[in-house]
């Protein structure tokens, strides 16, 4: 009779979590596999799953889905194994392999990468041909709950160098968000030759240096100390001037009234949590006749699952959302807080403050995007409801 195994396959923005066994750890000793239970006489293949888990990744396995059952063979101890796998719709706890168990590593592999780790062939087979459904988790996920406030400051710090690294974002393009129009379709800006700009938010500089290779004259704000000292690496790189200073949209330190001709921000203001008090600043600091340009998250699709059927996963009218991002590759995460506020209350905050509202977008996805940023979104879901809103307001 072959042994049973139970497999959990968890998955992340095409990724799928794989591990390598102990020379010496049977069964499938030194090779990579998915998290792997021997199933006992007394238990369930699910229970040695949730058992296997809690002690060797130190989570609480949640809903879990039947995927598929195949035959696997441990050539090094000529051994059969009926193989169940079952996919991990949701765990508590974040993962982390025990030095001392049966692993010795553990990586986020995309389908080409797997083949290089060299898993078991009808294993490999079934995860490269995507039999299984695979959810991408296109919105936040939920950070465990009673944790401390999140700083956003101190999160983006810890995650700017690995999100440089990941999203390569454009110098040369403006990108509202994933599969959304750039500039140079949507035309939102007009030209910007001599213009003076702050971008609010600026993350790592790229925007900014779009626009001043334009010929603006450009300031950028950021929260995040780490992403402005890489925006001033990356403009020194490019060889383009920009003032990037850190402070916060609340705040427009160092910047004068009525000062800018143009300002821009794009996918920052969904971390601000005054944004009365943002949007009374970027009044503040520009002229008359001036417009204020953003994009942010679309408040729809942050409260539907990024995969079918696409059931709610938070009220519309909830704002606030706590959220982990993670970088395994990178072994970094952050705890953020995220605003999604209704598009009825980005209006009518806007019109507090004094402007006038000239566009709104809601943009659907362009086919065939390309950028990392596409990557991580599921596309089928784009097709269904906005990602990004985007927002032309101007100051009368
Ligand atoms: C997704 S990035 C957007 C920047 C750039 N457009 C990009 O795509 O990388 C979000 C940025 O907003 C910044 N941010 C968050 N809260 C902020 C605040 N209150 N004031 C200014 N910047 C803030 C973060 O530090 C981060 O760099």
Redesign the pocket.
Known sequence: MPELLSLALFERTSRTLVVKRKDGHQPFAGAWLLPAAVVGSEESAEEALERHTRRELGVELGELEFAETLYLEDTTQAERYVVNIFKVLDHEGDLRFRAAGDYDDARWLSGDELAGVGIAPALLDWLQAGRHEVALPTGPVPAPAGGATPD??QG?NAI?RA?QEQ?Q?STDSL?YGPRCPDESELQLLGDVDGLRVVV?????G??CIVLAKQGAQVIG????DK?IEYGRRLAERERVEVTLLQ????ELIGIEDESQDLAIS???LG???RIDR?FAEAYRVLRSDSAFVFSVHHPFFASLEGGPPYGAVKSYWQREQDWQWDFPEKSVSARLRSWYRPVSEWCSLLTDAGFRIERLLEPPPVEGGAIPWDKGYNLEKMRLIPATLIVKAVKP
């Open positions: 956003n400051r983006w700017s999100y999203y974002i990108v609010v938010g600026c993350g790592g790229q925007d704000i950021d929260l995040s992403q402070g916060n949209a609340e794009l996918h920052a971390y601000v949590e943002a």
